[in-house]
Structures are given as structure tokens and as C-alpha cells.
């Protein structure tokens, strides 16, 4: 069996994308991988592409209930099975991804701008207080993150702006992520494991990177490399 789970970032939250296999075998795997991806996951909306698995509602509302467990929403399912699609709607599940534009005003959306190897989203706002964005990849936001705001991210986050909010970079483990920031003093910033609360700053604010150096989470001066 493809042990594969393909998650990427939509619209509308997350899509995750399950493999061929046993339903059983496949719906293990899953929420496993939702244990596995709790800091990332936590909170996220999620819709569930499926195949043509033929599932009834029973089938479905067990997986919405232990979702639901682990603070994931299951807000759609994808299928080519009338059976399963069929099912999703008696269940109150979206059975479609949404087209229509939300006002920018309300909500931060995420598009997939993925690029061979990498995979980013670009935010071309301030995020105010209440605004969270979750994303697999990279996430660089051209403005600042207020106090009550939060990005997580499976890879870096770049800030073209003041980050005041809360950070989670390589939220799926990787300790190589980087979070970079015109003035980097945020609530609180995390980066895989390591976690890290600002000091007091002194002198003026100016560009820098937070990483993990030998066990370490430490900050300094963020500049463009030289060879």
C-alpha cells in the first residue's frame, strides 16, 4: 500500500489527499499522521480527498468524531463514489472545494504557489489580531504580524515587516527552518521543538534571524549571505 498522505494548503484550510488501500488500513495511517502533525495540525479546517471509495455515513462521521478529537475540523470530502459523496451530504459535508473569492477584509486566504522543490504562499497584508494562517511550506508575508495573530509553517517564515504575533516554523519538525523579520520581536516563536519567548528589547529594532544552532534557538542579525 502507497503509505503516502499528501497535505497542501487551499483557500479554505488544508487538503489532505489519502492513498490507495484498505479503508481501514488508510484511515489508521491518517490519523496517525494527525497525531504525528499535532502542533500543525491543531485547529486547521480540513477537506479529504478521498478517491472512488464507496463510504457510507457511518464510515465518515466516525472519521469527523476522531478528527474532531484532535481539534481538526472535517469540513469536506472529495470523491468520484456517488455512494461517498452521497453520504458527505446527509453528513452536512461540502462535496466540492469553493471557487468563490472571500472579501480580503475577513479572512487570510492561501493559494498553492508551489515551485519544483518548494512550496510557498505569499501575504500581501498586515495580519491583525485573530488571524492565523497554517501552511505546509514556506510562508513569507510582505507586512507586519500584530500581537494575536499567528503563522504556522512547515518550512520558514520571512516577514517584510514588524512580527509581533506567535511563530511556529517547521512546525513538522524540521530544525533547519529559519524565521527572519524586519524587527523580530514576537509573542512567542518556535522552531520544530524549540521554543522561545522575546526579552525586552534593546536599542533599535533591525533585521534578524531566529535559528537553531547546536541545540539552541538563538537570533542574530539577518543579512543577505556573501561568497
Not at 32 to 59: K, N, P, W, Y
Not at 100 to 108: F, I, N
Request: aromatic fraction near 2%; proline fraction near 4%.
Amino acid at each position: 500500500m502507497d503509505s503516502t498522505i499528501e497535505i497542501k494548503g487551499i483557500r479554505d484550510g488544508l487538503l489532505i489527499t489519502l492513498p490507495p488501500g484498505d479503508w481501514q488500513g488508510v484511515r489508521q495511517l491518517l490519523l496517525t499522521s494527525v497525531a504525528d502533525r499535532e502542533d500543525f495540525l491543531h485547529g486547521a479546517r480540513v477537506a479529504m480527498q478521498v478517491g472512488d471509495r464507496s463510504l457510507g455515513a457511518a464510515d465518515l462521521g466516525s472519521l469527523r468524531d476522531e478528527l474532531s478529537r484532535s481539534e481538526v475540523t472535517l469540513w469536506a470530502v472529495l470523491s468520484t463514489s456517488e455512494t461517498t459523496r452521497s453520504a458527505a451530504a446527509d453528513l452536512g459535508l461540502a462535496r466540492e472545494l469553493s471557487t468563490q473569492k472571500t472579501d480580503a477584509s475577513d479572512r487570510v486566504e492561501t493559494a498553492d504557489l508551489a515551485l519544483p522543490g518548494e512550496e510557498a504562499i505569499l501575504i500581501e497584508r498586515t495580519l491583525r489580531s485573530g488571524h492565523s494562517v497554517r501552511y505546509p511550506g514556506h510562508v513569507l508575508v510582505l507586512g507586519d504580524v500584530n500581537p494575536g495573530a499567528e503563522i504556522i509553517a512547515g518550512g520558514h517564515v520571512i516577514v517584510w515587516g514588524r512580527l509581533r504575533g506567535v511563530v511556529h516554523a517547521g512546525a513538522e519538525g524540521d530544525e533547519n527552518a529559519v524565521v527572519c523579520a524586519l524587527d523580530l520581536v514576537p509573542t512567542q516563536l518556535r522552531i520544530a521543538s524549540h521554543i522561545s519567548v522575546s526579552p525586552a528589547r534593546k536599542g533599535k529594532p533591525r533585521p534578524e534571524m531566529a535559528l537553531v544552532r547546536e541545540g539552541q534557538l538563538i537570533a542574530e542579525p539577518w543579512q543577505a549571505k556573501r561568497s
